[in-house]
């Protein structure tokens, strides 16, 4: 049985910051993350990320990924390589994980928010019950 694993990693600038697009294929599931490094990384800071955090990487989404086998000439590869320098930083399917874990994030903090709001509401009536149950007490 063989397992194929593949990684890449892909520095630009967004306009405002520098995000490295980490996008995982292995056994034809993909998975994409998103870092934020801030300010412009130098080539040792991106080899010291890769080292040290790569494997704490959260990769989101589950899609299959298309599997095609490389092409064995030469000047085939080096077409095919100059095509994906051309091409935007971030590809359709990264941007769907992304846009797919924004969206997660987001329905867990609205479901925590309500949470936290209905035990606020909870103790805020429970302490009306105490105050008015201290006032009826007979002195």
Known sequence: MQ??????????????????????????????ARIV???EPSDEEILQFVASKWAKLEFFGDEPAETRKPARNPKRRAREA???????AMSTKAQQALANQRET??????????????????ARFEQRKLKRKQKHRGH
């Open 3 to 32: 397992i194929s694993v593949s990684s890449t990693l892909t520095v630009y600038h967004d306009g405002q910051f520098w995000v490295g697009l980490a996008e995982h294929v292995e056994d034809g599931g993909y998975g994409a």
């Open 37 to 39: 490094f801030g300010a």
């Open 82 to 88: 100059s095509k994906a320098l051309k091409q935007p």
């Open 105 to 122: 994030m987001k329905r867990e903090s609205a479901q925590a928010r309500s949470q936290r709001r209905a035990d606020e509401a909870e």
